[in-house]
């Protein structure tokens, strides 16, 4: 290394396989059947130039929305709002009063936001039927800019898991099990007539979301990433998930997990996608205490062409013997790139990143006890029929509301947070969470500018591999690379770099200072542009299906940069 | 909104505590015990050390006692402590409940101006350190009128400590005698309340009023007995107490409760307990949990409250987003006890006096303006204010704002008085009137009623002449030196007047009569 460091990560030649993909042209008018496989920026463009109109947009999602419903990526689809949301930003468009880049836009939310008068269940018994009557403060923000709401995307109950395999709607099916990339490889091996009880999981807990967008059923999807909850499915699914600095973005009206660390997250197909909604979502909020009092202006990313003043950290301690073979190899690819175009790139230490899974432990089901606590039957939810006491309703709504996972945190966390046992745990927890937020302080104020580490110990398993292990374990090892950063509350961001020798999409997370989240996306932008991640080919699956894409090849979708 | 402030005040071995709430529930609430009276979010918990009460016991052992209150107290805002719902008095139930009072789930606690406003002005008042920051907590427990299953509470480091409260006590057989205390106060704190439980017993049910706010003091005593220079005893919690002479009460009883029980070989429990106020005894509560464990945490939606002062306020601060402690003090007002002092000093009142004053609300803004447009002694004045004028309020039951009397009217009575225009019994009479019939001057009255004293100096002697002739045997009496004779001559001069001359004047005529 230029500083003299040793690089830890030995160097392998990976077949990135750049080649197997087609590129529509640029320009040229695009057929509203191509439009779901754009981005965001480059829909929104089609909707000012009046190539679509909105509700003819809508009506495409929804009709994918149906054809996908084996993925399980929606709870709720609400139709109705979307096509009257579509008339009113049809008209507005007629009127040339266009509200920004995202009016018309067919966007999803998590179902652990709050939407008015649209169920919001966290996929659990607890609050099925539940309808709030009020807007989370992101959803409103994205309504309020004129974004079509499709639906509520599926989760783990509660959003405690990373497989979203663990709701009472059933898990998510991973978009790429059904890909040409994925099958291609697959009809190689033996076992591949097994294909139905094959399919991959989507990671989580925003696996409805990332598979949401995953499949271009739409253009961007609200997570939240208290974990790794964002970054985890946008991995597994080949999508941008970013979790921004805690404070940035409101929480007022996302149902929380661990409130100290939740933040709501965004998946989109590409960064420049995600900047957007973030400057849309980005701001104070009255409403929540946490948030910046900073102004936060609106930004548009910039085009980053010189990376040769770039310092990017690879923490030492993220090498772990869990760690994918294929995933190592990428992460050092990764890092040869940066340094092949100029960067400094340097081995960082995080010595504390060990005990960070443990005291992420303690302090999420510390606070999920406490969160919980108002789910008790009365005010609303579920209710159980038993009513000879208070106590015994309380205990019976809660014992056939929440699953086991649930049930298991709350049992820990208010076994943490007695009083006997406070000081050795929770307070014990919280000053290992100082170290560890202390720990990126140091890095950072070394000079680093941003940290570049795997998201995921490897590819997205098959659902049958993934349910062998228990929830805990797989959290355990889902969010590994993730929490810290929850803990610290900085920004991160994991892009889509390369298929792995399955086909499976693989991701790479960027670290970023506090509240330089700009930064950080003009870092992910530029590591974007440079690995050209493949299309998800899914002609075959749409094919099954009677395909919206008819003639049309889903590999001549534009992905003009 | 409830911002409940804390108080702990501690003096001698007998310790307070007092909470002012803002509609939330107190902070030492027993989850499942009945309860039946509402709990309000507070905005102050005052805890203070009352003094300890020493009983000789027949010449065996002394006994000292231990009280600590946990008052709360309601802050006067228009929203409520973590919510942007009104506050309002007798609201219909559930009229006043935002999602964040009902706990809906993804609803976040902000923190009301007014309420940290209102518990800095109360740690200053009550001379405590403020604390520049503090921190709010969670504390846990299930019960129905707690939605959220916690309440936000600052037990860690609570936003004043460490204050004192100075006050009087009168004591003797006229209670004239006054003794000067202090109690100190160990914690305000801000605390939302609860909400309120009405439970129907001949339904099984319990209806919930998330209200919360009620506009009343609530406190907890607890309290325990020793013996002096032995470790202190165990301790009980009289709960939901609603008023000074229930609190007395329940204070008196369990200290000689405690007493007995130890005194008979028994042994105190810790335990809560509630008055029963018909019986005038406590009664164990019964709390089917046993000891709770509030299972506290850091309230992770609230960063910490940072106040600063003129000298510690960064540049360039917009004044609507910090909290100047200066500020506040700036805008503190006098506080009783130095208007009690002014009074005392000004005016020469008794201190029994300057507490009657400041204890009726209204009553010393009337005194004084009753002083400024009065020539009258200001002992005359508050001899009128405090006996008379008191006394009617209270025969009616009349608060001072609704007095048919006017500081004006009562000033330009007090004038005529001073200027020996009415006799004394004249003055009553005259005031009498005022209070029936609005709209009279006290002028006005004496004109149409005569009231005058008689002036005329030679009529009186006339009179008094004439008094003396009708009466040969007085005057031989007080000839004979009784020296009651001169007053029955008084009497019958005053008669004859129809009560309109000054007797001094009638005594001073007879004497000089008599002697020549």
């Given at each position: 290394m230029k500083d003299g460091c040793a690089h830890v990560i030995p160097v392998a030649v990976v077949d990135l396989s750049f080649s197997s993909l087609s590129f529509a042209p640029c320009?040229?008018?695009?057929?509203?059947?191509?439009?779901?496989?754009?981005?965001?920026?480059?829909?929104?463009?089609?909707?000012?130039?009046?190539?679509?109109?909105?509700?003819?947009?809508?009506?495409?999602?929804?009709?994918?929305?149906?054809?996908?419903?084996?993925?399980?990526?929606?709870?709720?689809?609400?139709?109705?709002?979307?096509?009257?949301?579509?008339?009113?930003?049809?008209?507005?468009?007629?009127?040339g009063h266009s509200l920004g880049d995202l009016d018309g836009i067919p966007v999803a939310v998590k179902d652990n936001f709050s939407t008015s008068g649209i169920e919001t269940t966290c996929a659990s018994n607890m609050l099925k039927g539940y309808v709030p009557p009020f807007n989370a403060t992101v959803v409103q923000k994205l309504l309020d800019q004129g974004a079509l709401l499709m639906g509520k995307t599926n989760l783990d109950e509660f959003a405690m898991g990373c497989g979203s395999t663990d709701g009472i709607f059933g898990p998510v099916k991973n978009p790429w099990s059904f890909s040409k990339q994925y099958r291609e490889k697959r009809k190689q091996k033996p076992h591949g007539d097994k294909e139905d009880s094959d399919w991959?999981?989507?990671?989580?807990?925003?696996?409805?979301?990332?598979?949401?967008?995953?499949?271009?059923?739409?253009?961007?999807?609200?997570?939240?990433?208290?974990?790794?909850?964002?970054?985890?499915?946008?991995?597994?699914?080949?999508?941008?998930?970013?979790?921004?600095?805690?404070?940035?973005?409101?929480?007022?009206?996302?149902i929380p997990l661990v409130n100290s660390m939740d933040v709501p997250g965004i998946l989109t197909r590409c960064v420049d996608d995600a900047a957007v909604v973030l400057g849309v979502l980005a701001g104070h909020d009255c409403k929540d205490s946490t948030t910046v009092?900073?102004?936060?202006?609106?930004?548009?990313?910039?085009?980053?062409?010189?990376?040769?003043?770039?310092?990017?950290?690879?923490?030492?301690?993220?090498?772990?013997?869990?760690?994918?073979?294929?995933?190592?190899?990428?992460?050092?690819?990764?890092?040869?790139?940066?340094?092949?175009?100029?960067?400094?790139?340097?081995?960082?230490?995080?010595?504390?990143?060990?005990?960070?899974?443990?005291?992420?432990?303690?302090?999420?089901?510390?606070?999920?006890?406490?969160?919980?606590?108002?789910?008790?039957?009365?005010?609303?939810?579920?209710?159980?029929?038993?009513?000879?006491?208070?106590?015994?309703?309380?205990?019976?709504?809660?014992?056939?509301?929440?699953?086991?996972?649930?049930?298991?945190?709350?049992?820990?966390?208010?076994?943490?947070?007695?009083?006997?046992?406070?000081?050795?745990?929770?307070?014990?927890?919280q000053k290992v969470r100082r170290l560890i937020a202390n720990d990126f302080v140091n890095v950072f104020?070394?000079?680093?500018?941003?940290?570049?580490?795997?998201?995921?110990?490897?590819?997205?398993?098959?659902?049958?591999?993934?349910?062998?292990?228990?929830?805990?374990?797989?959290?355990a090892q889902g969010d590994i690379f993730t929490q810290a950063v929850n803990m610290a509350g900085l920004p991160a961001v994991s892009v889509p770099m390369a298929l792995s020798n399955h086909g499976l999409p693989i991701g790479l997370q960027f670290i970023g200072r506090a509240f330089c989240d700009q930064q950080l996306l003009a870092i992910a932008k530029w590591f974007e542009k440079q690995?050209?991640?493949?299309?998800?080919?899914?002609?075959?699956?749409?094919d099954d299906c009677s395909s919206i894409f008819e003639n049309e090849k889903l590999t001549s979708v534009s992905l003009k940069q | 909104?409830?911002?409940?402030?804390?108080?702990?005040?501690?003096?001698?071995?007998?310790?307070?505590?007092?909470?002012?709430?803002?509609?939330?529930?107190?902070?030492?609430?027993?989850?499942?015990?009945?309860?039946?009276?509402?709990?309000?979010?507070?905005?102050?918990?005052?805890?203070?050390?009352?003094?300890?009460?020493?009983?000789?016991?027949?010449?065996?052992?002394?006994?000292?006692?231990?009280?600590?209150?946990?008052?709360?107290?309601?802050?006067?805002?228009?929203?409520k402590l973590f919510s942007g719902s009104q506050v309002h008095f007798a609201a219909p139930p559930n009229s006043l409940v935002s999602f964040f009072d009902a706990s809906l789930p993804g609803t976040l606690p902000v923190l009301n101006r007014r309420c940290v406003e209102a518990a800095v002005m109360t740690g200053l008042a009550l001379n405590c350190r403020i604390n520049k920051k503090s921190l709010f907590d969670?504390?846990?427990?299930?019960?129905?009128?707690?939605?959220?299953?916690?309440?936000?509470?600052?037990?860690?480091?609570?936003?004043?400590?460490?204050?004192?409260?100075?006050?009087?006590?009168?004591?003797?057989?006229?209670?004239?005698?006054?003794?000067?205390?202090?109690?100190?106060?160990?914690?305000?704190?801000?605390?939302?309340?609860?909400?309120?439980?009405?439970?129907?017993?001949?339904?099984?049910?319990?209806?919930?009023?998330?209200?919360?706010?009620?506009?009343?003091?609530?406190?907890?005593?607890?309290?325990?007995?020793?013996?002096?220079?032995e470790p202190l005893g165990v301790r009980t919690e009289v709960k939901n107490l609603n008023s000074a002479r229930f609190l007395a009460k329940a204070i008196d009883y369990e200290i000689q409760r405690q007493i007995s029980e130890l005194e008979n070989g028994g042994e105190i429990l810790n335990e809560t307990r509630s008055f029963d106020y018909k019986l005038g005894c406590t009664v164990p509560m019964r709390d089917k949990e046993g000891k709770q464990d509030y299972r506290f945490i850091p309230e992770p939606n609230l960063p910490p409250l940072l106040l600063y002062d003129s000298a510690s306020l960064p540049a360039g601060t917009d004044p609507q987003q910090v909290i100047n402690i200066d500020r506040i003090r700036e805008r503190l007002p006098e506080l009783p006890s130095v208007t009690r002092d002014k009074l005392i000093q000004q005016y020469g009142m008794l201190p029994e006096h300057s507490l009657t004053l400041l204890n009726e609300v209204g009553l010393l803004e009337f005194f004084q303006n009753?002083?400024?447009?009065?020539?009258?002694?200001?002992?005359?004045?508050?001899?009128?204010?405090?006996?008379?004028?008191?006394?009617?309020?209270?025969?009616?039951?009349?608060?001072?704002?609704?007095?048919?009397?006017?500081?004006?009217?009562?000033?330009?009575?007090?004038?005529?008085?001073?200027?020996?225009?009415?006799?004394?019994?004249?003055?009553?009479?005259?005031?009498?009137?005022?209070?029936?019939?609005?709209?009279?001057?006290?002028?006005?009255?004496?004109?149409?009623?005569?009231?005058?004293?008689?002036?005329?100096?030679?009529?009186?002697?006339?009179?008094?002449?004439?008094?003396?002739?009708?009466?040969?045997?007085?005057?031989?009496?007080?000839?004979?030196?009784?020296?009651?004779?001169?007053?029955?001559?008084?009497?019958?001069?005053?008669?004859?007047?129809?009560?309109?001359?000054?007797?001094?004047?009638?005594?001073?005529?007879?004497?000089?009569?008599?002697?020549?």
């Open positions: 320009g040229g008018r695009q057929g509203t059947r191509t439009m779901l496989g754009r981005t965001l920026r480059e829909v929104s463009a089609a909707l000012k130039q009046g190539q679509i109109t909105p509700t003819e947009l809508c009506q495409k999602c929804l009709s994918l929305i149906k054809k996908t419903k084996f993925l399980n990526a929606y709870i709720t689809v609400s139709e109705e709002v979307a096509l009257k949301q579509a008339e009113e930003s049809e008209k507005r468009y007629k009127k991959l999981i989507t990671g989580g807990s925003s696996g409805g979301s990332a598979a949401a967008v995953s499949a271009f059923t739409c253009f961007a999807a609200l997570g939240s990433d208290t974990g790794g909850s964002t970054r985890n499915p946008a991995a597994h699914c080949g999508v941008v998930g970013l979790k921004p600095s805690y404070g940035l973005v409101s929480r007022h009206g996302l009092q900073d102004p936060v202006k609106p930004f548009v990313l910039p085009n980053l062409t010189d990376v040769s003043k770039l310092c990017i950290g690879i923490p030492k301690e993220y090498l772990v013997p869990e760690l994918s073979n294929e995933v190592h190899s990428l992460w050092s690819k990764a890092a040869n790139l940066f340094e092949s175009e100029g960067a400094k790139v340097i081995e960082v230490s995080l010595p504390h990143t060990s005990y960070s899974i443990v005291c992420y432990h303690v302090l999420c089901t510390s606070e999920v006890a406490s969160n919980m606590a108002r789910f008790d039957g009365l005010e609303y939810g579920h209710r159980c029929d038993i009513d000879v006491s208070t106590e015994a309703m309380y205990a019976a709504t809660r014992r056939e509301g929440f699953n086991d996972v649930v049930r298991g945190r709350i049992l820990s966390g208010n076994f943490f947070l007695l009083k006997e046992n406070y000081e050795n745990y929770f307070v014990k927890a104020n070394s000079g680093v500018d941003a940290l570049l580490t795997p998201t995921t110990l490897s590819e997205a398993v098959p659902y049958l591999e993934f349910i062998k292990e228990d929830n805990r374990t797989r959290s690995v050209q991640f493949p299309v998800i080919q899914l002609q075959e699956l749409m | 909104m409830a911002a409940p402030v804390l108080c702990r005040l501690w003096s001698g071995r007998r310790w307070a505590l007092a909470y002012i709430n803002r509609g939330s529930r107190h902070g030492a609430g027993t989850p499942t015990g009945s309860r039946s009276s509402g709990k309000r979010e507070q905005s102050s918990v005052v805890q203070q050390p009352l003094i300890t009460a020493e009983k000789p016991r027949k010449g065996e052992h002394k006994w000292a006692a231990v009280v600590g209150l946990e008052i709360h107290a309601q802050i006067s805002s228009n929203s969670r504390k846990h427990y299930f019960y129905a009128d707690l939605p959220a299953g916690y309440q936000i509470t600052q037990q860690r480091l609570p936003i004043a400590v460490n204050g004192s409260l100075a006050y009087s006590v009168f004591v003797g057989k006229k209670r004239s005698q006054v003794i000067n205390k202090t109690v100190r106060i160990k914690q305000i704190q801000l605390e939302q309340d609860s909400g309120k439980s009405l439970h129907d017993d001949l339904r099984s049910q319990t209806l919930i009023d998330l209200n919360r706010a009620e506009g009343q003091l609530r406190v907890d005593a607890n309290i325990s007995v020793h013996h002096p220079g009753v002083i400024k447009e009065t020539r009258a002694e200001p002992k005359k004045v508050t001899s009128w204010v405090l006996n008379t004028f008191l006394g009617f309020l209270k025969q009616q039951n009349l608060a001072v704002s609704e007095s048919p009397v006017t500081p004006s009217a009562l000033a330009e009575l007090l004038n005529l008085l001073d200027r020996k225009t009415i006799s004394s019994s004249a003055a009553k009479q005259v005031f009498a009137e005022l209070w029936k019939s609005e709209g009279k001057t006290p002028a006005q009255i004496v004109s149409e009623k005569k009231l005058e004293l008689m002036q005329d100096r030679e009529t009186l002697e006339q009179l008094c002449h004439a008094t003396m002739e009708q009466h040969p045997h007085v005057v031989m009496d007080m000839k004979k030196g009784n020296p009651r004779a001169i007053n029955k001559l008084i009497g019958l001069v005053r008669k004859a007047t129809l009560s309109r001359a000054d007797p001094t004047v009638i005594k001073e005529i007879l004497e000089k009569k008599l002697s020549a």
